[in-house]
């Protein structure tokens, strides 16, 4: 399997790929600082300056010290060459340590499906971010005037996924340590979200279905398909084992189950509040005509929409069959399954299990 941004790269490839990038991206550091020994003041002189015991008189002034004179600038922003020098080098050191995140977040989403606009919005934002940082922090009105600019403004923006928001959080952290002259702080912030990140994903920490998979020794189908909350409503009849049978056998497998049943959602409605009104109803059978040739008039009959979404096949020829449905106003999940058990009696119990569940949380994550 291929990641897209990393070329050719399969998962193990593409972790190896962001490590040797972060090994010679320190390797060149390394060498441009003793080259060019300036290099040096934008990744750890304000860290000097902290550590200075000269500076840390400071917290020891009078109280009455005025605000001026406590905000007063100590050393005037960059001009002409110097300007220009620090702004290429603290803006393209943003851009360059982001790289390596982009890479980590088009590969932990890889099945589920990015945006390609976040990504773009993390190698863009920190560039922005560490350019403002150095035309404001050297004017305290140019600060203040700024606050009211961005106040004035507002974006719009909705993620699809929450965790997006840390990755566009961490872009502005990114931006702003490098603009105030922190690269060594934006290395180190790069570095560690990405570890931390990427032990996550490969651990699978916190992933409801592995830690199912875990207790139960099995993940039924439905669950892997509406989610896991979908469980708590879920109706249905026959012999749960073969539900289970047909699971998916890996977390992969679940997520692009997840990603496909998405797909057929956005394809049947393009409205969100409607994808939350649709069913799974899947079917476990071995004859796949017969079943589909009694339960199909079931849901002309009570259904407001359906479509077959999918027929997997599985062990010992039981197949899964997976219809989408939205059900008529007034038709409850219960009576709906009654009458599909109903219509198996017609073909002699050709239908070994049934079951009904909510795509609500699939259609949220849409």
């Known amino acids: 399997m291929t990641v897209a941004g990393v070329p050719g ?53 009078e109280i009455t010290q005025t605000f001026a004179d406590e905000m007063r600038l100590t050393e005037p922003p960059p001009t002409g060459l110097g300007g220009l020098w620090a702004g290429t080098v603290t803006t393209l050191g943003a851009l360059l340590i982001m790289i390596p995140v982009t890479w980590s977040y088009i590969l932990i989403k890889r099945e589920t499906g990015y945006e390609e606009s976040v990504v773009h919005t993390l190698l863009i934002l920190p560039v922005a971010v560490a350019g403002i940082v150095i035309v404001v922090k050297g004017d305290i009105a140019l600060a203040f005037s700024l606050a009211g600019i961005v106040a004035a403004v507002r974006f719009r923006t909705t993620l699809n996924d929450t965790k997006d928001a840390v990755y566009v959080f961490l872009a502005i952290g990114v931006g702003l340590a490098a603009g105030a002259g922190l690269l060594s702080v934006a290395l180190a912030l790069s570095i560690v979200f990405n570890v931390v990140n990427m032990l996550l994903w490969r651990l699978n920490f916190g992933n409801v279905y592995a830690d199912q998979m875990h207790r139960t020794g099995g993940l039924g189908l439905g669950t892997a398909i509406a989610g896991p909350s979908s469980s708590r409503s879920a109706v249905g009849f026959g012999d749960r084992k073969v539900m289970v049978a047909l699971a998916p056998d890996s977390l992969d497998e679940v997520a692009q189950a997840q990603a496909r ?106």
């Open 261 to 366: 049943m998405r797909h057929y959602l956005e394809e049947e409605s393009e409205i969100k509040k409607e994808r939350k009104q649709y069913f799974a109803l899947i079917l476990y059978t071995r004859d796949v005509p017969a079943v589909q040739e009694v339960v199909e008039p079931v849901l002309e009959e009570w259904a407001l929409r359906w479509q077959v979404a999918e027929i997997l096949p599985g062990q010992n020829g039981v197949s899964a069959i997976t219809y989408l449905v939205r059900l008529k106003d007034g038709v409850t999940e219960k009576f709906f399954i009654s009458a599909v058990e109903a219509s198996d009696d017609e073909i002699g119990d050709a239908i070994r299990a049934a079951e009904l569940r909510s795509l609500r949380e699939i259609a949220q994550g849409g």
């Open 9 to 61: 790269a399969r998962p193990g490839v593409a972790t190896a790929r962001i490590i040797f990038y972060y090994v010679v991206l320190a390797a060149v550091v390394v060498l441009v600082v003793w080259r060019f020994p300036q290099i040096a003041d934008f990744l750890t002189r304000p860290l000097e300056n902290l550590a200075d015991p000269a500076t840390q008189g400071v917290a020891n002034q």
